[in-house]
């Protein structure tokens, strides 16, 4: 068994977050319910996976399944760009509640930038992984059905 808890931990030790912060020391429950939100939103995206990712234990918080360091890391690289994701679609609508003139005037724009290249960089980075993942899991024979050639 792999525990949500060694995926959480990767992913936190991957991005600054003050609201996730503060929410642990408050609400341990409701912190962990929102990474496993982001966890749960990244195991369809693991798709070359070799092992049952949807094998899980939600009452343990737990996959049946003893995963590897790079699937860890995969699915904590997921969950970056899931939180970036969420990141920017949270700068989004402080743009919609501010209205264009008080948004322009915040450092909104420039966060929203910022947020972007990151989410990018996270994105192309998950990739890169994933597919060396599959190359190192999978025989040569199969990588074109793999990636749909």
Not at 45 to 51: D, G, L, P, R, Y
Not at 86 to 96: A, F, G, P, S, W
Request: charge should be negative.
């Amino acid at each position: 068994m792999t525990y949500f808890s060694e995926i959480y931990r990767l992913f936190l030790g991957s991005i600054q977050s003050y609201e996730l912060e503060t929410l642990f020391v408050q609400d341990t429950d409701a912190a962990e319910e929102k990474l496993e939100i982001y966890l749960i939103k990244s195991i369809p995206e693991f798709s070359t996976c070799v092992k049952d990712l949807n094998n899980v234990d939600m009452q343990e918080k737990c996959f049946n399944e003893i995963l590897d360091i790079d699937e860890k890391v995969i699915l904590c690289d997921l969950m970056v760009e899931k939180w970036f994701e969420q990141t920017v679609n949270d700068i989004l609508n402080i743009r919609e509640v501010l209205g264009d003139t008080d948004y322009k005037i915040s450092n909104k724009p420039q966060q929203l930038k910022a947020s972007v290249d990151a989410m990018e960089i996270a994105r192309e980075k998950v990739h890169h992984n994933m597919t060396q993942y599959s190359f190192k899991h999978n025989p040569p024979d199969d990588w074109g059905v793999l990636w749909n050639i």
